[in-house]
T-cell receptor
Framework: TQLLEQSPQFLSIQEGENLTVYCNSS?????LQWYRQEPGEGPVLLVT?????EVKKLKRLTFQFGDARKDSSLHITAAQPGDTGLYLC???????????FGRGTSLIVHP | GAGVSQSPSNKVTEKGKDVELRCDPISGHTALYWYRQSLGQGLEFLIY????????KSGLPSDRFSAERTGGSVSTLTIQRTQQEDSAVYLC?????????????FGNGTRLTVT
């Protein structure tokens, strides 16, 4: 059983469309991180959310942490081909302090 | 260099051989992690170092896997008697402080293929 469930697993859209990906758990997290990974590279940190209900914006990306700190979402407005990649959420919970990763959402944005 | 460096970037080995993977973390980062990424499986935690000590090695899948860190810097992950199921991308990450909230900086990984 995955501590962090991400959905959808795959997403293929056209340039200019909006999308939302989700990261859900039954556990409470002190913080959650979102990473983006491109082929042949390691994950790169996009944002850390800490406070329940927090919303953070990074250009066209909007990250939200659930009020109960059990879930998070990433919304991309007007997706660009450069947004293509694997989006991973990560956090530590359930008595462990080691960051656990979800399986990721693989996004392809077609020009 | 400015980032986490891993070597080799690719390694092809025969089943039963030993392999050694190297990670150079960002200078000054006290925490170092090894993860394994297989297709469709996400990132699987292997081991965590704080300085030269490994407070958590609970993710090592078998006693064929070992890791060490020397001088609070370079780490090596050794896999003995490799098996085909060991094929994966092995990712190293470092962070300025320990878990859980200090963000991880990843290297580009070593792609291991066991034939």
């Amino acid at each position: 059983t995955q501590l962090l469930e991400q959905s959808p697993q795959f997403l293929s859209i056209q340039e200019g469309e909006n999308l939302t990906v989700y990261c859900n758990s039954s556990s409470v997290f002190s913080s959650l991180q979102w990473y983006r990974q491109e082929p042949g590279e390691g994950p790169v940190l996009l944002v850390t959310v800490v406070t329940g209900g927090e919303v953070k914006k990074l250009k066209r990306l909007t990250f939200q942490f659930g009020d109960a700190r059990k879930d998070s979402s990433l919304h991309i407005t007007a997706a660009q081909p450069g947004d293509t990649g694997l989006y991973l959420c990560a956090g530590a919970a359930g008595g462990s302090y080691i960051p656990t990763f979800g399986r990721g959402t693989s996004l392809i944005v077609h020009p | 260099g400015a980032g986490v460096s891993q070597s080799p970037s690719n390694k092809v080995t025969e089943k039963g051989k030993d392999v050694e993977l190297r990670c150079d973390p960002i200078s000054g980062h006290t925490a170092l992690y090894w993860y394994r990424q297989s297709l469709g499986q996400g990132l699987e935690f292997l081991i965590y170092f704080q300085g030269n000590s490994a407070p958590d090695k609970s993710g090592l899948p078998s006693d064929r896997f070992s890791a060490e860190r020397t001088g609070g810097s370079v780490s090596t992950l050794t896999i003995q008697r490799t098996q085909q199921e060991d094929s994966a991308v092995y990712l190293c990450a470092s962070s300025l402080a320990g878990p859980p909230n200090s963000p991880l900086h990843f290297g580009n990984g070593t792609r291991l293929t066991v034939t």
